[in-house]
């Protein structure tokens, strides 16, 4: 079992989960079946997090783009993410997980946004985790959703443009409230950000696995970890600097 530090966890990972699909192709069986045992990645990944106290997870589990696909796999999609929904609430209550969405679930089948908000309701007040599905999300329409809603703020008075800053937009992202990511996992191979959270990862740290996201473990999770902990985190800033800012704490 691969080491990792307690004392210096990632607050939040962010993981693209990918390659169902490969690993689908690879056992000579459908897509779907791949994304199934994707969905039981999920739930092995979740609990490894929260055992060793990871704060934040955002998973990437369907994005705007995934709507293209054909409609047999995004019904197939939205039916495992149901039963997700249905077989993990239990779970989460007894793990104190709480479930957030980012995105835009009003495009969710009305079955599935139902059993989605039924899920955030009651998982409302756990505070051991928060396990954030990325659903319909797209992180340039969440930019240009945000802008949108600054601009109707500005003629409604409540926001003045000159006051404007980093902190204040962030605030009105999907992503409102919560850290920005420390570390960004992304299996299967492909070095790409395909449109998931632009503005924060502006300073994360990247970390790419050719493992499929179906094979991927506690112990990918743990390397993972113990990648990001040998980094140095500078910010924009030197080594000496980050030493001495370091030695002051
Ligand atoms: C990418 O693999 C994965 C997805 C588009 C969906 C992720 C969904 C799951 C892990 C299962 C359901 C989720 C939950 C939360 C229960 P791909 O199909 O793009 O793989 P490929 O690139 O190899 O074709």
Aim: charged share 35%; aromatic share 10%; net charge positive.
């Amino acid at each position: 079992m691969i080491k990792i530090d307690t004392d210096n966890l990632p607050r939040h990972i962010a993981v693209i989960m990918d390659g169902n699909g490969r690993w689908a192709q690879k056992h000579t069986i459908g897509r779907i079946r791949g994304h199934r045992k994707g969905a039981h990645a999920v739930r092995t990944i979740v609990r490894a997090c929260r055992e060793i106290g990871i704060k934040y997870l955002t998973l990437f589990a369907f994005s705007v783009e995934n709507w293209d696909r054909p409609p047999k796999e995004v019904q197939a999609l939205m039916f495992l993410l149901e039963e997700y929904l249905r077989k993990e609430l239990a779970e989460l209550q007894e793990q104190e997980i709480r479930l957030t969405t980012i995105g835009d679930i009003d495009r969710l089948n009305p079955s599935v946004k139902e059993k989605l908000l039924h899920v955030k309701e009651s998982t409302l007040k756990n505070d051991k985790m928060i396990l954030n599905l990325a659903l319909s999300y797209g992180a340039k329409d969440e930019i240009v959703y945000a802008v949108k809603k600054i601009m109707e703020d500005n003629k409604k008075g409540r926001i003045d443009i000159d006051e404007l800053d980093k902190e204040t937009f962030s605030k009105y992202l999907f992503t409102a409230g919560m850290p920005d990511p420390d570390l960004l996992i992304r299996t299967s191979g492909e070095y790409r950000i395909s449109n998931f959270l632009l503005w924060q990862l502006a300073y994360t740290e990247l970390y790419f696995t050719k493992v499929l996201w179906p094979d991927f473990k506690k112990d990918d999770l743990f390397k993972a970890i113990a990648s990001y902990q040998k980094r140095e985190r500078r910010f924009g800033l030197t080594s000496e600097q980050l030493k001495e800012r370091n030695s002051q704490k």
